[in-house]
């Protein structure tokens, strides 16, 4: 085994065994200490899961068209399809209802995402105050002890909302800046941020698309009761907080209806709440609409030094007009006292992050939205950014669970069916491929436990679920996959037709069925990404299959079936092309008598017929340092040089006299090389 | 299976050539006929639309206690009511809920489906609601699905034009696969079986699967135009030809690799399993493989030979090998080889007097009928030279004089 010339393909094969049991580790560790499974996820036909049926909220005799059911269809299905590859089915029910299925295991915060609108508007921040009303506002208030606790407190026990905390929410969030970091320009904010830099902090949001920061100290709801009673020239204007709108603010109790939506109309100012509640506000008119908004990613904030804060954020983009649009508010919001230059993004009627503009107006179109976001929610919040609003909000009617629609029996015998097929494709490469066809098996083994280990792994880490399409796909990848083999050993074949060595012609062969392989599997990738990209629902399931079995194709036989061969190919059994080894030159019509260009400008003479007359060449020949070595002369390989004594090939007599001819034997076993190959040729001959 | 062995041996050096090339306009007709029948029934009979896609109605029994085979009951009851076959789809909705889903159906028989299910599960008729649902794959998916398509279509042609180096290779791999598309969906329509999501899977698979096995064969293709066009002794056609013979066998295997595990799923879909999902995809696939393996041979290439034949480069190199196989006896086949008229290949090389032909005859009498079997099958009358030399590929005569050719040589020790 310790032959040289197959060190590479040995390395290969280890590679490749290392990365299995490199999976299977993986997978091992996750079912240990993560909550993956060693079996594979299944789909909704075939595992079940829960359907949601949605009713849209309709204000008085509004009615809903088919145009808006179709949109909303549409949306709902990306948002289920962005959260990544669970094919989930959404349709309508009865004209007006909508009917999400998923399967079970579905994250919630992606069920909940389906019924919210999704409307984000950008507005000016007018008056703010605290979201509780028993709450006394003061400005940018003493870090009081209490505020020391989580800043979720506020919002779920508005009795422990002291002023200070909830004024600190919101104030210690800078557009462009990061509000951990907040340097604190007067002290009195940033003891109170500080504390609750854990919890507080991360729900202060901030629009940080650059550098640094000053904390604005809270404003107050004071600020609404100078309102001049003039025509508001810009969305800015206090002139827009009217009386009633003031009465409202006052009002408004955030920690008791933490869920009211709002009427968000984009023409008017606006009072709300922010999502955790724990302070309210008078926004002026839109100023950007959420339809501005191009793309939306969930990431990490980063540090302006490049370093993750750990802190989930969403980055946006605007499109041109939505980027100029954002560039004239932030750079009129920057002149502006505390709290007008708070920017606030109104998604459905509550304020999710309000920070503030003191750096100058922002160019380039990009923001970034913190708040208390972890990578689920900031996710599911991009999707709904991304894939726009809905026309209407929806509310669950109901929530069930559902059995799956193919029974299990279904999944059985198909399976069933597989194995079965399975070995008739193994019987039928024995058949055409003889031993060789083992290898064939081998290798579909392989490529079966990998594409296991994988569905298993991306059931765990991306939630891929499989279904019947699935699984049929799966065992009629069995024939693409077994393809790449054919291809390779056909081109391997015809190598030995034109006469080479069987270890010759496995990399003669592979250099040339490697292109073959790896061109019509680039076809394949190229089909599955686009589809995966481009189209949706079940297309994108079939796409993800598609591409992941080709590119487990393209591994197996690269770092495996490829260096086994090759290992084969120098055994005796496959190299010499032994009966039954589906190697054997005769049955590829190859004359073992024949004269062949050997390559090297060298050429195999004809076999001799009988092993006597070989043997009696080379006795005259190599002499007795030839013959101990006893190689089988008889069922020597095509390209063994044997010279029929009857032959006058150039048999250099130099040839048996030099030291040559022993190493020439010596290496005999592994390569023949031919006489005139070994020795020196007869004129370098005369030249000495 | 030695018969196979043979078969292919042939194929490979050209002893035996089918005509693909030549025969053009008979594959061409062919094509043209079972297109002209496949997009007949597509538009004579319409695709039948699975609910998925045209919706459908719904029926929900609530409070049901007895749920044991819920499933064959529920279908059983729908099917006989409802006097339709295809497509019924019951789920369990929570503990006591059943949901079942048919295709559209009139007023009438809603109502009586209704009823026929409320008795089978023993509820009130006041539990069984009756609904219509819209498609879970909708317009906007059917049109998200074909743009994705489109546009893999462009990216697919460039990425060919670029391997290949010619983009008459990504017109004719287009357009086989179109070829294969509108076939199989045709015979999927005259079958009259419900297009279902599955069966779009299956287009896409099928459309995967032709392109692959036309890149095959076209990379041999190229492979074999490429040393035509260095030796001038095939013309283009030939050539291509001599490829797709060369290829055939790997065809053949392929495709019955990929058949046997689909007609098993197919025959379990048809006896077992019954309708569903298997089924839709295995028919769909199964007509689809059988089509792109046809196509890549018979359609793709000729039409690649038909393209690329009146170019100018093409038509010198036709010359050239017309010039060389009639300087050779002119009995060339359809792949440029030249055959003898006892139907054995031609060695382009006369025997040469001299040491190695010499030592072929010795031996060709000598091995027997050991080897003779599989060798050399017409070996019977002709000269020994003759027999030995003539099934494998002919040497060039300077090779048969058997020392080594000129060759860089190594400077001996002493002048180093």
Known sequence: ?688 | MNGFAKFGNDLYTGRRSIDFMGRRKVWFALSAIVLAIALAGLFVRGLNLGLEFTGGSEFRVSGVTNLSGFEGRAKDVVTRTSKTQENVTVTQVGSQGLRIQTEKLDDKTTQAVANAVAKEFGVPASAVSSTFVGPSWGQSVTQQALKALIIFFLLVALVLAVYFRTWKMSLAALLAMVHDMVITIGIYTLVGFEITPATMIGFLTVLGYSLYDTVVVFDKVKENTHLAEITGRQSYSQAANLAVNQTLVRSINTSMVSIIPITVVLLFGLFVIGPGVLLDLALVLLVGILVGAYSSIFIASPILAWLRESEPSSQALAKRARKFQESRGGRANASGQLVLPDGELAVDVPVVEGAAPRSVASSGSSRGGSTGSIGSTGSTGSSAAGTGSRDRRPLHPSVQQGGPRNQPRRTPRSQR
């Open chain 1, 1 to 688: 085994m310790a032959n040289p010339r197959t060190r590479s393909a040995r390395r290969t094969l280890t590679t490749f065994f290392v990365l299995l049991l490199a999976m299977a580790a993986l997978l091992a560790g996750a079912t240990r200490w993560s909550d993956a499974e060693w079996t594979p996820k299944l789909g909704l036909d075939l595992a079940g899961g829960t359907q949601v049926v949605l009713e849209p909220q309709l204000a008085g005799g509004q009615t809903v068209n088919e145009g808006q059911m179709t949109k909303a269809v549409d949306i709902m299905r990306k948002r289920v399809d962005g959260s990544g590859i669970a094919e989930a089915e959404v349709s309508t029910q009865g004209g007006n209802n909508i009917v999400v299925s998923v399967p079970s295991g579905t994250p919630q915060a992606v069920l909940d995402s389906l019924e919210k609108s999704s409307m984000m508007r950008f507005r000016p921040v007018l008056v703010t105050a605290p979201g509780a009303p028993t709450a006394t506002p003061s400005a940018g208030g003493a870090a009081s002890p209490t505020a020391t606790g989580s800043a979720a407190t506020p919002a779920s026990t508005p009795a422990a909302a002291t002023p200070s905390a909830a004024g600190a929410n919101f104030p210690a969030a800078a557009l462009r800046s990061p509000a951990a970091t907040t340097p604190g320009a007067t002290a009195t904010p940033t003891p109170a941020a500080t504390p609750a830099a854990t919890s507080a902090a991360p729900t202060a949001p901030a629009v940080t698309p650059g550098a640094a920061v000053t904390s604005a100290p809270a404003a107050t709801a004071a600020t609404g009761a100078a309102t001049p009673s003039a025509k508001p020239t810009d969305p800015s204007d206090l002139a827009w907080v009217t009386d009633a709108l003031a009465k409202q603010f006052t009002d408004l109790d955030c920690s008791k209806q933490p869920d009211s939506v709002a009427v968000d109309d984009a023409s008017k100012p606006l009072v709300a709440c922010d999502d955790t509640g724990a302070a309210k506000f008078i926004l002026g008119p839109t100023e950007i609409e959420g339809s501005h908004i191009t793309d939306a990613q969930a990431g990490l904030a980063t540090t302006q030094s490049g370093a993750t804060t750990g802190q989930y954020v969403v980055n946006i983009t605007f499109d041109r007009e939505g980027g100029q649009q954002f560039y004239d508010v932030t750079k009129r919001l920057n002149s502006l006292p505390s709290p007008r230059n708070q920017l606030a993004m109104v998604l459905d009627g509550k304020v999710i992050s309000a920070p503030s503009v003191t750096q100058g107006a922002i160019a380039g179109g990009r923001a970034e939205i913190s708040g208390t976001f972890n990578s689920v929610t900031a996710d599911a919040l991009a999707q709904q950014l991304k894939f726009g609003a809905l026309p209407l909000s929806f509310t669950v009617q109901t929530k069930d669970t559902i059995s799956p629609q193919l029974g299990s029996d279904q999944l059985r015998l198909g399976l069933l069916a597989g194995a079965i097929g399975l070995v008739l494709v193994v019987l039928y490469s024995l058949i055409q491929y003889r031993v060789l066809g083992l290898v064939t098996v081998a290798s579909l083994i392989m490529a079966a436990a990998v594409i296991y280990l994988s569905i298993t792994l991306l059931g765990w880490s991306q939630n891929f679920r499989l279904s019947m399409a699935g699984v049929t796909g799966l065992i009629l990848s069995i024939g693409t996959t077994a393809d790449s083999f054919i291809v390779y050993f056909e081109r391997v074949r015809d190598e030995i037709r034109d006469g080479r060595s069987t270890a010759a012609a496995v990399e003669a062969g592979w250099k040339r069925a490697r292109g073959t392989i790896l061109i019509s599997d680039a076809v394949n990738l190229l089909a599955a990404v686009v589809l995966y990209l481009l189209a949706s629902s079940n297309v994108r399931g079939f796409a993800f299959t598609l591409g992941l079995t080709t590119v487990i194709d393209v591994i197996i036989v690269m770092l495996f079936t490829h260096p086994l061969l090759s290992i084969l190919a120098r055994t005796k059994f496959f190299g010499e092309g032994r009966p039954w080894s589906g190697l054997e030159p005769e049955r590829l019509g190859v004359d073992r008598n024949a004269i062949r260009y050997r390559g090297r400008g060298r050429f195999s003479a004809p076999t001799a017929s009988s092993s006597t007359s070989a043997r009696g060449t080379r006795g005259t020949r190599g002499g007795s340092q030839v013959e101990p070595d006893d190689e089988p002369v008889g069922s020597a390989t095509s390209d063994t040089p044997a010279i029929p004594a009857d032959a006058d090939a150039p048999v250099n007599p130099d040839a048996q006299a030099t030291p040559d001819a022993p190493a020439a034997a010596g290496t005999r076993r592994r390569r023949p090389i031919h006489p005139s190959a070994s020795g020196r040729d007869p004129q370098e001959g005369a030249v000495l």
